[in-house]
C-alpha cells in the first residue's frame, strides 16, 4: 500500500509538473510575449516526460524480472531495498515479501506431495496414474515390484511387458478390472478408473496380488475334497477288508479261494493306506510355534543328507545373511518342509555328475530362502500344476509333498512359490514377513 501510494504522488507531481510547464510555454508562445522562453518550456516538457517514462520503466522492468522469475518458477531472486531511489526500494520490498510468500507455498505444496507419496508407498497395492500423453506421474515401489518392472517412465513399456493389457486399457470401462499374471509369479487384480484435475484426464491403475487368496481358496477346496474322498473310500473299503479276512478264515474254503480273498484284502489294505496318506491334507495339526535358529536347522539338514549328496555326487552349500537366522515356528513341521525340498533336488539331479543345490537365507525387511539346483528343470506346461494336491511327474509318489508344504508355510504366515525354472535352474523361495 505504502509503494502504490508513493508511486501515485510521484506519477501526479510530474503530471502537474509536465502540465504547468508545457501550458506555460505554449501561453508565452499563443500570446507572443516569450516565443523563445515558450518554446523552452514546451522542450523541457518533453524532457519531463522522457524522465517519467524512464522512472516507470524502471517500475515495469523490475515487475516484468519478478513475473518472469515467478513462471520459471524460481524462488531464489532478491531485489535492492537500499538503493537511493526510495520508491524502487518500495517496490523490491514488496516483491520480495510476494517472493517469500510464494516460496512458503511451494514449500508448503512439496512438503504435502512428499506426504502423499510417502503414504502411497506405505500401501501394499500397488499404483499408478498417467496422463493423456501416457506419461507416468504416480508408479509406487509396490506396483513396481508386482509388475517385476525396476522402472516405469511410460505407459507403452507396461504395455510391452504384458500386451494382454493393451485391449484391456482400450476397451476397458471406468472401475472394470481384469486378472493378470505377472512375471514375478503372482495373480494379479488390476482395476482402473479415471479422473478429471481441472482440464487434465488423469487414468489410474490399482494393482492387488491376489494369490494369497487364491492360494487359501484352492487349499481349502482341495482340504474339502480330501475330507469328503477320504471319508467315503475308507468307509467302503474297511467292510471289504474286514469281510474277505473273515470269509478266508472259514475251514471250508477252498485254496482258490483263500488266495483270492487274500489278495483282495491285500489291495483293499493298500488302498487305505493311500488313501490314509491324504488326511495329511485336510487334518494337518496347527503348528506348535517357539523361536529356533532357522540357519542351524538348515545345517543339520545338510549334515543329515550328506551321504545322500556324495554318492549323487551333488555340493550343496550354505548362505545365510546375517549368519545366524532365528524363526517362530513349528521346528518338525518346518523341517519336513525342507527335507521334503531338498529330497527334490537330489531327485532332480539324478544322471548329473556336477549337481549343485544351494539354499541362502536373506533376511531385511522381510525373510526369504531360497533352495536352487541345476538340474533340468520344471517344463512350462507343468510349473502352475505342481501344487496342485495328487499331481506328481514321478513314477513313484502321490503328489503330495509340495501342496503340504506350501499349507505348512501358508500356517507360519508364509509365502511358498516357485520363482524360477529353466534348464540350469530352479529356485523355489519362502517368504515371511518380518513384523516390528
Known amino acids: ?36 522562453i515558450g518554446c523552452m518550456l514546451v522542450a523541457s516538457s518533453f524532457f519531463i516526460i522522457g524522465a517519467l517514462v524512464k522512472r516507470l520503466n524502471k517500475f515495469n522492468a523490475k515487475i516484468r524480472f519478478f513475473f518472469d522469475a515467478v513462471n520459471d518458477k524460481e524462488n531464489m531472486i532478491q531485489f535492492n531495498e537500499h538503493s537511493t531511489d526510495k520508491d524502487l ?6 516483491l520480495n515479501r510476494v517472493n517469500e510468500l510464494l516460496a512458503t507455498a511451494k514449500s508448503e505444496s512439496r512438503k504435502q506431495e512428499r506426504f502423499y507419496y510417502s503414504l502411497l508407498e506405505e500401501v501394499p497395492d500397488g499404483v499408478l496414474a498417467w496422463n493423456i500423453e501416457e506419461r507416468i506421474i504416480i508408479a509406487n515401489t509396490a506396483a513396481l515390484q508386482l509388475l517385476g518392472l525396476e522402472q516405469l517412465t511410460f505407459l507403452r513399456q507396461l504395455k510391452q511387458q504384458y500386451p494382454e493389457i493393451k485391449d484391456f486399457l482400450i476397451h476397458g470401462n471406468i472401475q472394470s478390472s481384469i ?17 478429471k484435475l481441472e482440464s487434465e484426464v488423469i487414468t489410474l491403475l490399482a494393482i492387488k496380488d491376489i494369490s494369497n487368496e487364491l492360494s487359501e481358496k484352492e487349499s481349502e477346496s482341495w482340504s474339502k475334497l480330501t475330507r469328503v474322498l477320504t471319508h467315503e473310500i475308507m468307509n467302503t473299503i474297511a467292510p471289504i477288508v474286514s469281510l474277505s479276512q473273515t470269509l478266508s478264515s472259514r475251514p471250508e474254503a477252498d485254496e482258490k479261494l483263500v488266495r483270492g480273498l487274500n ?20 487334518y494337518m495339526p496347527e503348528p506348535i510355534k517357539k523361536t529356533f535358529s532357522l540357519t542351524t536347522l538348515l545345517h543339520n539338514l545338510g549334515i543329515l543328507l550328506q551321504s545322500d549328496f556324495e554318492t549323487a555326487k551333488i555340493r550343496f552349500t550354505l548362505h545365510s545373511t546375517p549368519s545366524d537366522i532365528s524363526i517362530s515356528g513349528d521346528e518338525k513341521q518346518l523341517s519336513q518342509v525342507f527335507l521334503n525340498l531338498l529330497k ?22 522381510k525373510l526369504c530362502v531360497y533352495i536352487t539346483d541345476n ?33 505348512i508355510i501358508k500356517r507360519h504366515g508364509g509365502d511358498f512359490y516357485l520363482q524360477e525354472s529353466r534348464k540350469g535352474k530352479t529356485v523355489f523361495a519362502i517368504e515371511w514377513q518380518i513384523v516390528p
Do not use: W
Open 89 to 94: 526500494n518500495a517496490l523490491g520490498h514488496s
Open 344 to 365: 527334490n533336488s537330489i531327485q532332480a539331479l539324478e544322471g548329473h555328475n556336477d549337481g549343485k543345490i544351494g539354499i541362502d537365507l536373506v533376511q531385511s525387511n
Open 1 to 36: 500500500m505504502l509503494f502504490s501510494y508513493r508511486l501515485y504522488i510521484v506519477i501526479l507531481c510530474y503530471t502537474l509538473l509536465i502540465l504547468v510547464v508545457a501550458g506555460a510555454g505554449i501561453a508565452l508562445i499563443v500570446t507572443q510575449t516569450g516565443i523563445i
Open 179 to 195: 486378472l493378470l499374471q505377472s512375471t514375478v509369479k503372482r495373480q494379479l487384480s488390476l482395476s482402473l478408473n479415471r479422473m
Open 263 to 282: 489278495v483282495i484284502r491285500d489291495q483293499s489294505e493298500r488302498l487305505m493306506e493311500f488313501t490314509e496318506s491324504y488326511r495329511h491334507l485336510s
Open 375 to 407: 538340474g533340468n528343470g520344471i517344463p512350462i506346461e507343468l510349473q502352475e500344476k505342481i501344487f496342485v494336491p495328487f499331481f506328481t511327474t514321478k513314477t513313484e509318489g502321490m503328489g503330495v509333498g509340495l501342496t503340504l508344504c506350501r499349507q
